[in-house]
């Protein structure tokens, strides 16, 4: 091992194609089920960075367990798109390492095409497939009869996808996207607040954009790449209607801002469905749509993510202690 | 042709890896050719943005050159600074310390892998400890820079007196003006540039002339002349034949507060000087900070692709 680095530890891993080695074999490592694995422990966390190889490409996948009992179930986390991804990053590292600290299992991962993973299509059936894949082999690997998701933002839209293969599953949203035309509608709308911010010119209007995206396949939205294929499939979804109707556990925790609109109804219609659910608004406001300059957060809105986590750990905990 | 597989009749191999910082753990990727391609002795550090990053960096531009490194044979490790991405601690906004030793972890890794020669490409306030680290050792190649800091807000009221004498007068510094006659060269006509600046500051206060301020960052004083950061380790980079490339977007901040700053802008002018073609100056159209462009991302990328195979075969 070189002085410094430890892309692997502990005997059950399989051989990680590190600098200066060939890759490893095809077989995935037997705890994880990802391939080419790095393993650190953080606090009580175990904590593996690997692959998950599939014909269609390669997924990014972080595994977070507890080190010193087996996990009482996994939580997959869909995550955010776009800029919102870089601001919700180290919330859903920080909520992960909560919750292996408690017990459960979280799997984190990038989409296709995002990211760290292999190239691919992009689509909100895509993303949901990448969901069932790592969750699937997560639970597999590690023996995890009790699987939940969190949405987060746009992932909102992907987990409930995932969840027709779940049906029992628990299921956390943090900032709900509950509209994908109004989604990419605000999206589109905030580039003039970009171009005002830079002091750019005037960006094309968003019939020009979609006539763009038509012909091209693809557009730059704020030097993030939308392809014609995810705005199709997100464009026209409502979570309303992409939740299964099977009732179960849900926790929504809206940030502050335009998409808290609407959660209520949303809620009454859940819990007459026979869900047991629990809207608990989150004193967090954030712009979605730009990543935050600077490091600086503000001790307040630590203590509210603080909040934002526990109330997550013990909500999943409880859900699942009620289960058995 | 994804990769991370660990098929080898693919382009490129990915494999996760935590590397020790200090007491933290950082992540990274690193990505190496296929074993088909021959692979080069030269390898790129891909250093982030630091806050609300991680090592993909925005729309997935540092995977992206790492894997057209990796077609044309070129090894590359991309990872997050201390409290950010998947790495363990707290982010540290600063020029010593914790997110240098993990630029310095980093390097260190891809040397471990084969390695002779390393280009740094950062990123805004990636560019800063990569500039600290790179200059502290022999075997950086080349650092290219995407809009950085090189003027912050308030920096004349960061450090104490004794701190700043502390970064002028140092142990590398001394040994570079005792065996190195460029750097003499160089630092004593920086010595005599200070000086003069602060007379002239003076002499138009005195006058009740003000100095200009347009650009000049929230919070900072009018008027004041706050320099340019790292300019001792760009100058040792230059003396040691590293070649620096700064890249800057016409709607980027950092470059206004680097215009709007007459130290500053003195400064570089005499670093360019100096370096003789070794500190290039590159502006483009749209905003570099942040990456917040995708055709200004691909000129990046091409940038970074252009500078690695010249140090891969050089000329």
């Known amino acids: 091992m070189r002085p410094g680095v430890h892309s692997q530890a502990g005997a059950a891993l399989q051989p990680c194609a590190g600098p200066g080695q060939e890759a490893g074999g095809p077989g995935a490592d037997q705890g994880t089920g990802l391939v080419n694995v790095a393993r650190t422990v953080v606090g009580t966390v175990r904590e593996d960075a690997g692959f998950l190889a599939r014909p269609e490409g390669a997924l990014f996948v972080v595994l977070h367990r507890p080190v010193d009992r087996a996990p009482s179930g996994l939580l997959t986390v869909c995550g955010s798109l776009f800029a919102e991804q870089h601001t919700d990053y180290r919330r859903e590292v920080r909520l992960a390492r909560v919750l292996a600290s408690a017990g459960v299992a979280v799997a984190r991962f990038h989409y296709r095409g995002v990211g760290n993973s292999g190239a691919g299509s992009t689509s909100l059936h895509a993303f949901s497939r990448d969901v069932l894949d790592v969750t699937r082999a997560v639970a597999h690997a590690g023996s995890l009869r009790r699987v939940a998701f969190l949405g987060v933002g746009m992932g909102s839209l992907i987990a409930a996808q995932a969840l027709f293969d779940y049906p029992d599953a628990p299921l956390v949203l943090w900032k709900p996207v509950l509209d994908g035309t109004k989604f990419f509608k605000d999206f589109f709308r905030a580039r003039l607040a970009a171009a005002t911010r830079i002091g750019g010119s005037r960006p094309a209007p968003t019939e020009d954009l979609l006539a763009t995206l038509a012909h091209e396949g693809q557009v730059d939205v704020m030097g993030f790449t939308v392809t014609a294929s995810l705005y199709e499939s997100v464009r026209g979804s409502h979570l309303a209607q992409t939740v299964p109707r099977q009732p179960r556990p849900i926790l929504v925790q809206p940030f502050r801002g335009s998409r808290a609109t609407g959660l209520e109804q949303l809620v009454a219609d859940w819990k007459n469905g026979g869900s047991d659910v629990r809207l608990e608004p989150v004193k967090l406001a954030e712009d979605p749509w730009f990543i935050p300059d600077g490091a600086e957060i503000a001790a307040s809105i630590l203590a509210t993510e603080e909040q934002l986590m526990s109330s997550v750990r013990e909500w999943l905990v409880g859900a699942w202690r009620t289960d058995e | ?315």
Request: proline share 4%; charged share 20%.
């Open chain 2, 1 to 315: 042709m994804s990769s991370e597989g660990g098929r080898a009749s693919e382009s490129h191999l990915g494999c996760a890896m935590y590397l020790d910082s200090g007491s933290e753990t950082v992540f990274a990727l690193h990505t190496a050719p296929a074993p088909t391609t021959p692979a080069s002795s030269v390898g790129v550090v891909l250093a982030h943005s630091g806050a609300n990053n991680f090592s993909a960096h925005r729309n997935g531009v540092w995977t992206s050159i790492s894997r057209r490194l990796a077609q044309e044979g070129i090894p590359s490790l991309r990872f997050d600074f201390a409290g950010t991405g998947e790495s363990s601690g707290d982010l540290v906004l600063g020029v010593t310390g914790q997110p240098v030793s993990d630029v310095v972890a980093a390097m260190n890794a891809l040397r471990a892998a084969g390695c002779q020669a390393l280009l740094i490409v950062g990123s805004c306030f990636g560019a800063i400890p990569s500039i600290a680290a790179a200059a502290g050792r022999g075997d950086v190649a080349g650092l290219i820079l995407f809009s950085p800091p090189l003027v912050l807000p308030g920096r004349s009221r960061i450090g104490s007196v004794r701190e700043r004498i502390g970064e002028v007068i140092n142990l590398p510094t001394v040994r570079l003006v005792g065996t190195n006659g460029d750097y003499r060269r160089w630092f004593f006509a920086r010595l005599v540039s200070i000086v003069r600046t602060r007379v002239s500051v003076k002499l138009q206060r005195l006058m009740g002339r003000s100095l200009p301020t347009s650009g000049a960052a929230p919070g900072g004083d009018a008027g004041t002349l706050r320099g340019l950061l790292m300019e001792d380790e760009l100058a040792r980079l230059i003396t040691s034949e590293t070649d620096i490339e700064v890249v800057y977007g016409t709607a980027d901040r950092n470059l206004a507060q680097v215009a709007a700053d007459a130290d500053a802008s003195r400064a570089i002018a005499l670093l360019r000087r100096r370096g003789q073609g070794r500190l290039a100056w590159t502006i483009l159209e749209g905003p570099v900070h942040g990456l917040e462009d995708v055709a200004v991302q691909e000129q990046l990328v091409q940038l970074v692709l252009q500078r690695a195979r010249g140090l891969k075969e050089p000329t």
